[in-house]
């Protein structure tokens, strides 16, 4: 049994919901990969992570109906070579605010004479060490590329970024919009809510995926009515802290 990659969450036109992976904890990646969401996003821009944490995460989710996507804490080409060697077949890359930065991304990610990435799969988890021989002449158009919007600034480009060749969703940070927008901390703010809804009109109008980030319910479900195709709507730190918080208070409030 294999898992499903970005590429094959792509394919289909329904919503698909998605649960970040925070902790660097590989027992916390399995369990996230055995609860049901489509897709999970293992982090190494806020998180914990290396790319040996990355890669025992990679294997405990394995084998469960769930599409592994890696955020690198930076569009770096030696690091998609890294992770893409270590077996990453989806990235969700951060800060993403130009055409030009786009573009970069998918050289990155591609093998010449379509891109920059360094040949190197014979020592590699992601030819298993070799025993796909034709891996490098496949494994292009296995690799699946979100780049993530979040600057003001880049809204208005949103559209031509997403048509850039190569590019399989656009997805928007509400948190950094907002903090750009003079409204840190503030990604339910009306302003911001507003700005995020055209931009996933305006992204899927280009026939791309659009994608976004949040944690509130009614606003994810706004976000699909809007068109929004990649939903991340948890993480395993904030459903363990929050369940934790929660136990803990239940059990003072029944000495008082």
Known sequence: MTSPTLKDILRSSDPSYGIWVASGNAVNAEICASAGFDWLVIDTEHAPNDLRSVVAQLQAA???????????????????????????????????????????????????????????????RSSRWGLDAQYVHHADDGIGVIVQVEHIDAIPHVAAIA?????????????????????????????????????????????????????DPTLARRYVQAGARLVTVTADVALLANGARQAAASFRATQS
């Open 62 to 124: 394995y084998g469960y109906p769930v599409a592994p996507v890696v955020r690198p804490a930076v569009a770096d080409t030696v690091l998609f070579k890294q992770y893409l060697d270590a077996g990453v077949t989806g990235f969700l890359v951060p800060m993403i605010d130009s055409v030009e930065a786009a573009e970069a991304v998918v050289r990155a990610v591609r093998y010449p004479p379509r891109g920059v990435r360094g040949v190197g799969a014979g020592l590699a």
């Open 163 to 215: 048509a850039v060749d190569g590019v399989d969703s656009v997805y928007l940070g509400p948190a950094d919009l907002a903090a750009s927008m003079g409204l840190l901390g503030q990604s339910a703010h009306p302003d911001v809510v507003a700005t995020v809804e055209a931009a996933i009109r305006t992204i899927a109008a280009t026939g791309k995926a659009a994608g976004v980030n949040t944690f």
